[in-house]
């Protein structure tokens, strides 16, 4: 069984930075495409940023230049790294293990959450 745990959201004022971080037992992470999505209220889930398990990363526009992803296989672990963070920015962010090394949504684990609030 899949479980990814989440950490790292906060309270964080506008400018700020982040750094959210999800362990992943019970996959062949290595083999796994990873990504994180958001959700804001009011809002459907949003891609954000993903990592093939080749270590090519792609983003989403509004996040390009600011948000870093990143793996380590032998720890299991897709760290998202959030700089000049704006109000916007503001959701539920979610991280998510592929079922192969191509990020796709089906099939794909999830995590609980974890809550990221930017003030301005």
């Known amino acids: 069984q899949v479980q990814l745990v989440e950490s790292g959201g906060g309270l964080v004022q506008a400018g700020g930075s982040l750094r959210l971080s999800c362990v992943a037992s019970?996959?062949?992470?290595?083999?796994?495409?990873v990504a994180w999505y958001r959700q804001a209220p009011g809002n459907e889930r949003e891609f954000v940023a993903r990592?093939?398990?080749?270590?090519?990363?792609r983003y989403r526009d509004s996040v390009k230049g600011r948000f870093t992803i990143s793996r380590d296989n032998a720890k299991k672990t897709v760290t998202l790294q959030m700089n000049s963070l704006k109000p916007e920015d503001t959701a539920v962010y979610y991280c998510?293990?592929?079922?192969?090394?191509?990020?796709?949504?089906?099939?794909?684990?999830w995590g609980q959450g974890t809550q990221v609030t930017v003030s301005s």
């Open positions: 998510a293990v592929g079922r192969g090394g191509v990020w796709d949504t089906r099939g794909a684990d």
């Open positions: 019970g996959t062949i992470f290595d083999r796994s495409a």
């Open positions: 990592m093939h398990s080749d270590f090519m990363p």
